[in-house]
């Protein structure tokens, strides 16, 4: 199977290290795919009509795209019930924290753009604000459920992944002030392995 993203997407690693604590680490390969938000890629395109990383790429030549379905997938392909579980209360309390982390990195993701790549001329400071809004009351939700994070899940995964885009490129929203439950999960478990395997940067 090929994995077409970057590492530094958090929704490229969210699967990156999906595959690994799935025992799939040595089935996946990482094709580096780079999307713009104002830049057309070719390659992407061919694979997804949506041209957004990751796209995964099976083995039988099939593409999914969306980091939540990917990670679905391969726990289909792991036989990892416990992944997402099937049970009606825990299955949808870990894919509403697993929405919760997706949509904090989907805010951090645009922020950047907002930030770095939109010309200065054409930034909508508010608009931006409103991003960090979303992000702050995301990790303050968490803080709140944090005992949803007990398992390696797609929850769990999703949310490490998640903080740690944030850390990377918005280091000033000092997300850890006000919400040590949430950041003792996080140092913990970025001391897993297949967090270390798959670095941001």
């Given at each position: 199977?090929?994995?077409?993203?970057?590492?530094?997407?958090?929704?490229?690693?969210?699967?990156?290290?999906?595959?690994?604590e799935l025992g799939?680490?040595?089935?996946?390969?990482?094709?580096?795919g780079h999307?713009?938000?104002?830049?057309v890629n070719?390659?992407?395109?061919?694979?997804?009509?949506?041209g957004k990383i990751p796209i995964l790429e099976t083995d039988h030549g099939h593409a999914?795209?969306?980091?939540?379905v990917i990670m679905e997938y391969l726990a289909h392909v792991a036989?990892?019930?416990?992944?997402?579980?099937?049970?009606?209360?825990?299955?949808?309390?870990?894919?509403?924290?697993?929405?919760?982390?997706?949509?904090?990195?989907?805010?951090a993701v645009a922020l950047r753009y907002e930030t770095a790549s939109r010309p200065n001329a054409f930034r909508w400071p508010e608009f931006a604000e409103r991003l960090?809004?979303?992000?702050?009351?995301?990790?303050?939700?968490?803080?709140q459920h944090t005992e949803q994070l007990t398992d390696v899940n797609a929850a769990s995964i999703a949310v490490v992944c998640a903080l740690a885009y944030v850390d990377f490129r918005h280091p000033a929203l000092n997300w850890r002030e006000g919400n040590p439950k949430t950041a003792a999960f996080a140092a913990t478990f970025n001391q897993r392995q297949s967090l270390k395997d798959w670095p941001l940067g």
């Amino acid at each position: 199977m090929k994995i077409h993203g970057d590492v530094i997407s958090p929704f490229t690693r969210m699967c990156l290290v999906t595959a690994h604590e799935l025992g799939l680490k040595d089935k996946v390969k990482l094709v580096k795919g780079h999307a713009k938000a104002n830049e057309v890629n070719p390659a992407l395109e061919k694979l997804s009509p949506l041209g957004k990383i990751p796209i995964l790429e099976t083995d039988h030549g099939h593409a999914i795209h969306d980091s939540r379905v990917i990670m679905e997938y391969l726990a289909h392909v792991a036989g990892a019930g416990h992944f997402i579980p099937n049970d009606g209360v825990a299955r949808f309390r870990v894919l509403t924290t697993l929405a919760t982390a997706q949509g904090m990195a989907d805010a951090a993701v645009a922020l950047r753009y907002e930030t770095a790549s939109r010309p200065n001329a054409f930034r909508w400071p508010e608009f931006a604000e409103r991003l960090r809004a979303r992000i702050r009351a995301s990790v303050a939700d968490i803080e709140q459920h944090t005992e949803q994070l007990t398992d390696v899940n797609a929850a769990s995964i999703a949310v490490v992944c998640a903080l740690a885009y944030v850390d990377f490129r918005h280091p000033a929203l000092n997300w850890r002030e006000g919400n040590p439950k949430t950041a003792a999960f996080a140092a913990t478990f970025n001391q897993r392995q297949s967090l270390k395997d798959w670095p941001l940067g």
